[in-house]
């Protein structure tokens, strides 16, 4: 009877570890052939416009700034669906202004939507989201002026800080118990035709909010002067264990860009859709599917360049 049992035991790890490496072999194809697809489809664009932009409608950020006394307000309808648990943004106010050429102010506030696993649906204020962006270091292509086009490599960091407002949001289960905080590491570099944007951070939780990794990339080309479009994989895991419950996971891929609505350039629609590598139950927090749909305001002076008999600001 002890032989049994222990040949069963075996047999059901043996089994199990089994599917964890099929699981993990088809992530890893389905991630594979997403950016052998990108690689293929930007050569094919053409090379002059290349430049790959993280931030909204993208959870991957990058180390770009607006630029000195600009602003950039993104007004966004953002989706996070699973079967078990869903949360939606109706919608979020997402505010940055350019300090400098290489520092950015953010304030973010979301109208939040979540529903529970009984199928309950609540609303009310999300949490305050606020950060300093500081990019640290770029370099540019020799012998040419320094700009943003022909910029290959830049690093930088944006740490953040999330916090519940005084309502009953967090009571009523809309949003986690704050505060947390979150310190990453972000690059954008151009290899050959493909640029790239990359972020490693920690999400800090509390004693009733695990800390988190998050880390994300992303494959991107402008298409023309008007048209951005990017791939992204990203990757939200949770570090230690809170009260007995099993680590939450969030591996998604997704495609979305940017299209430019005004002559100008002031006014953008964004637009992202993807959902889950892995397999997606009511007990994980996998999304069978998100969304983002906004629109992006750029607002500030003129560039001298684009005017050149407008005074210099002081």
């Known amino acids: 009877m002890i032989l049994n049992t222990i040949l069963v035991a075996t047999l059901y790890v043996h089994l199990n570890a089994k599917v964890r490496a099929i699981e993990w072999r088809v992530t890893f194809i389905r991630m594979f052939r997403i950016i052998q697809i990108f690689l293929v489809l930007i050569p ?9 932009q993280g931030g909204p409608p993208f959870i991957t950020d990058d180390p770009g700034t607006p630029g000195n006394r600009h602003w950039e307000i993104n007004l966004g309808w953002i989706a996070n669906h699973n079967p078990g648990n869903a949360y939606y943004e109706v919608p979020d106010f997402d505010i940055n ?3 400098g050429d290489r520092i950015q102010l953010k304030y973010e506030l979301p109208i939040a939507v979540a529903t529970d696993p009984n199928n309950t649906t609540r609303a009310g204020l999300g949490e305050s989201l606020l950060g300093i962006k500081w990019r640290l270091y770029e370099y540019h292509r020799a012998g040419e002026k320094k700009s943003d086009e022909n910029m290959l490599f830049s690093i930088g960091t944006y740490p953040q800080a999330s916090i519940n407002n005084p309502t009953s ?12 905080y979150y310190l990453p590491v972000e690059f954008t570099a151009k290899v050959g035709p493909v640029g790239f944007d990359g972020e490693v951070g920690h999400w800090f939780g509390n004693q009733l909010v695990p800390s988190r990794w998050g880390r994300g990339l992303i494959a991107g080309h402008e298409f023309s002067d008007r048209l951005e479009l990017y791939g992204e994989i990203y990757d939200l895991q949770d570090i230690n264990r809170l009260n007995g419950l099993s680590k939450q996971r969030e591996l998604t891929m997704d ?3 940017r299209q430019t609505l005004d002559h100008g350039g002031h006014i953008r629609l964004l637009f992202m859709g993807g ?8 007990q994980n927090s996998e999304p069978n599917w998100t969304a983002y749909v906004g629109v992006q305001f750029l607002i500030g002076p003129k560039d001298p360049a684009e005017n050149p008999d407008a005074p210099t600001p002081r």
Do not use: D, F, H, M
Request: aromatic share 6%; proline share 3%.
């Open 44 to 52: 094919i664009a053409g090379a002059s416009l290349i430049r790959a």
């Open 97 to 99: 202004y350019g300090w």
């Open 169 to 180: 949001a967090v009571r009523r289960g809309i949003v986690e118990n704050g505060p947390q």
């Open 255 to 257: 495609i979305g860009g």
């Open 275 to 282: 959902r889950a590598i892995q397999a997606v139950t009511r």
